[in-house]
């Protein structure tokens, strides 16, 4: 591997694995691919300003210019995370879901194809699986089952890419991770939403009762983990990624507000989120016993390095909360008050 495509570098996991890897590896090149939607944002990526890191603004679903870039770097690997990631927007209208996550992926893999890559990770979620009772975990054979438009459009990714190692026989690599949080996620998912609006002293909106749980994973180990998938991954293998660290949400609210010193008055218990996914939790002991990968994070440690971050970088959300963010803010959670 020298010249390594990274699409959707400008969001939350892409700049911190960029963040990462570009120090890491000085003899790779970077090359960031990405829209920048709204939930991309080159300020992520402050600092990285190495010589092995490019940037070039491009759609993943233009196939003539995402060619332009396969030739001009001599690409000769691909880690697709471009994206578009929210479910409650994809609830809002699933096009742009579809457009990106399917089609654009496609465009990424045929590109590969044509350029015969050494390899194309594709990066996906534990979404795909759909939702478990109160027992059980995700293990790489659980029958996909999504959803939402959001986790339906990441399954079709994750199929087609591992059609194209079948049918085509490219080195396709799929991770497929829980729920992340750290520095850099945008405002809308969970975890920051709640962090920035309990130091805003605004109500904190819980989707229905609370008790849906989601397994948490610092993105810092998604990170090492997509690291050595890439480095000695079994071509055409599905990887599991997660941090065996389960939350109901009502619990993951109430603990920020401790450690922010805010009182639970701020909860406000807003309409439940369409089709919501009961609970997601993933067994890795695949990863951890054929690459031995595990989470370095506890969530202890993750979520105080995540709110010293939201403390620390006031400057970078309160631009994103004053911009067009307040439409989709009003727009989501008007709708939902009960
Ligand atoms: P994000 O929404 O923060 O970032 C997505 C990035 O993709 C943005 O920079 C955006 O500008 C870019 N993008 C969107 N559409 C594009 C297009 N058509 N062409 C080029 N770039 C485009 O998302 P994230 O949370 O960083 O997630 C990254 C990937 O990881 C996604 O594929 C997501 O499905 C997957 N994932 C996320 C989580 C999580 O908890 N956040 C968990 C498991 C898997
Ligand atoms: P989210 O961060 O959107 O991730 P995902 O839906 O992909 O798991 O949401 C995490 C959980 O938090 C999910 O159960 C929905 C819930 N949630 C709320 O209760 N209130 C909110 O304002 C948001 C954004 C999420």
Known sequence: MKNILVTGGCGFIGSNFLRLM???????????????????????????NSANYFFEKVDICDSLKVKTVFEKYAIDTVINFAAESHVDRSIFGAFDFI?????????????????????????????????????????????????????????????????????????????????????????????????????????LPIYGNGMNVRDWLYVEDHCLAIDSVLHIGKFGEVYNIGGNN??????????????????????????????????????????????????????????????NWYLENKTWWKKIISGEYKNYYKLQYEKARS
Not at 135 to 142: A, L, N, R, S
Not at 277 to 303: H, M, Q, V
Request: charge should be negative.
């Open 22 to 48: 570009c120090t890491k590896y000085p003899n790779y090149n970077f090359v960031n691919l990405d829209k920048l939607t709204y939930a991309g944002n080159l300020e992520n990526l402050d600092g990285v």
């Open 99 to 203: 457009q990106t996550n399917i089609v654009g992926t496609q465009i990424l893999l045929e590109n590969a194809k044509e350029f015969q890559v050494e390899k194309f990770l594709q990066i996906s979620t534990d979404e795909v699986y759909g939702s478990l009772s109160d027992t059980g975990k995700f293990t790489e054979t659980t029958p996909l089952h999504p959803n939402s438009t959001y986790s339906a459009s990441k399954s079709s990714a994750d199929l087609i890419a591992l059609a194209y190692h079948h049918t085509f026989g490219l080195n396709v690599l799929i991770t497929r991770c829980s729920n992340n949080y750290g520095p850099y996620q945008f405002p809308e998912k969970l975890i920051p939403l709640m962090i920035i609006n309990a130091l805003n002293n605004i109500s």
């Open 246 to 307: 389960e939350w109901r949400n009502i619990d993951i609210v109430k603990l920020i507000l401790k450690k922010l010193n805010k009182p639970e008055s701020l909860i406000a218990f807003v309409k439940d989120r369409l089709g919501h996914d009961f609970r997601y939790a993933i067994d890795s002991s695949k990863i951890t016993n054929e690459l031995n990968w595990k989470p370095i994070y506890d969530f202890e440690n993750g979520i105080s390095n995540t709110i």
